[in-house]
C-alpha cells in the first residue's frame, strides 16, 4: 500500500508514469530490490498496470488500485475524526502567583459572564500551579485544540480587559471549578490558573509546592 500511494504522488492515478526502480527505492529508502518486489506484488495484484522498458518502468494505477487507495482514505478518515476526550488529566504543584488574580476576577464584568456561563460566583483569587512533567506539558498544548467557554473582554478605567478562555474542572476528585486562561496573561504554558466558588488553598488544605490533580471536563460545544 505504501509504493502505491508514492506512485499516486507521482501521478500514476492519473496517467502512466515513467519511473525506475532506482529512483523509486530512493524514494522509498527501501533497496533496489525490495522496490523491485514490491511492484511484482501489486502488479500481480492488479493494482497497477506495468509496462518494462529500456528507460524504466510505465505505470498505471488500476481500477482496484484506486479502490484501495479509496479504501484507506476512508478508514483513514473516521479513525482521524475521533471525538475529542471527555476528561483531560493535569497534575501540578502549588505555588504563590503575583496575586493578579484576585484584581481580574472582581471584575464586576467577568463576574458576570462567570456566573452565568460556569455557574458559580469565583472566590476572589486563583490556586496557580505548576506543570513540570514532559506529558502534562502536551496534554496542557493539546487543549488549546478543544473547545472552551469564552469570557469576553472589555474597556473599562482607560485599560482593556483580554478574553479569557475556560475550562470546566474538578480539583483533587472534590471541589469543581474552572481553569483560566488570559489571553493577555503573564504566565506560560506550563502554568495553570483555577478559580472556584471557594478558596481552594483552605478547603482542600493545600501547601506550597503540594501535588494537585486536576480534571478538565471536554465539551463538545463552544460557550460564548
Known amino acids: 500500500?505504501?509504493?502505491?500511494?508514492?506512485?499516486?504522488?507521482?501521478?500514476?492515478?492519473?496517467?502512466?508514469?515513467?519511473?525506475?526502480?532506482?529512483?523509486?527505492?530512493?524514494?522509498?529508502?527501501?533497496?533496489?530490490?525490495?522496490?523491485?518486489?514490491?511492484?511484482?506484488?501489486?502488479?500481480?495484484?492488479?493494482?497497477?498496470?506495468?509496462?518494462?522498458?529500456?528507460?524504466?518502468?510505465?505505470?498505471?494505477?488500476?481500477?482496484?488500485?484506486?479502490?484501495?487507495?479509496?479504501?484507506?482514505?476512508?478508514?483513514?478518515?473516521?479513525?482521524?475524526?475521533?471525538?475529542?476526550?471527555?476528561?483531560?488529566?493535569?497534575?501540578?504543584?502549588?505555588?504563590?502567583?503575583?496575586?493578579?488574580?484576585?484584581?481580574?476576577?472582581?471584575?464586576?464584568?467577568?463576574?458576570?459572564?462567570?456566573?452565568?456561563?460556569l455557574g458559580f460566583e469565583p472566590y476572589h483569587g486563583t490556586l496557580n500551579l505548576k506543570l513540570s512533567k514532559d506529558l502534562d506539558l502536551n496534554i496542557r498544548k493539546e487543549l488549546d485544540s478543544y473547545p472552551a467557554i469564552d469570557i469576553n473582554g472589555f474597556t473599562s478605567e482607560n485599560r482593556t480587559f483580554g478574553l479569557v478562555k475556560c475550562y470546566n474542572v474538578r480539583i483533587n476528585d472534590k471541589i469543581n471549578g474552572a481553569l483560566v486562561f488570559a489571553l493577555r496573561g503573564h504566565y506560560d504554558m506550563s502554568v495553570l490558573e483555577i478559580i472556584a466558588p471557594v478558596c481552594l488553598r483552605k478547603q482542600l488544605n493545600l501547601k506550597e509546592g503540594q501535588k494537585v490533580k486536576v480534571e478538565i471536563l471536554i465539551s463538545k460545544k463552544i460557550i460564548y
Open 1 to 117: 500500500m505504501y509504493i502505491l500511494i508514492k506512485l499516486a504522488e507521482l501521478g500514476a492515478h492519473k496517467r502512466p508514469i515513467k519511473i525506475s526502480t532506482e529512483y523509486l527505492a530512493n524514494n522509498l529508502r527501501f533497496s533496489q530490490q525490495t522496490a523491485s518486489r514490491h511492484l511484482i506484488e501489486i502488479e500481480q495484484n492488479k493494482w497497477i498496470q506495468r509496462k518494462i522498458t529500456s528507460e524504466g518502468s510505465q505505470i498505471k494505477i488500476t481500477t482496484k488500485g484506486l479502490e484501495n487507495l479509496s479504501k484507506l482514505r476512508t478508514i483513514l478518515g473516521r479513525l482521524i475524526k475521533i471525538d475529542p476526550p471527555t476528561v483531560l488529566i493535569l497534575e501540578g504543584t502549588v505555588f504563590t502567583g503575583l496575586g493578579e488574580g484576585a484584581y481580574y476576577i472582581s471584575r464586576d464584568f467577568y463576574k458576570k459572564q462567570f456566573i452565568k456561563k
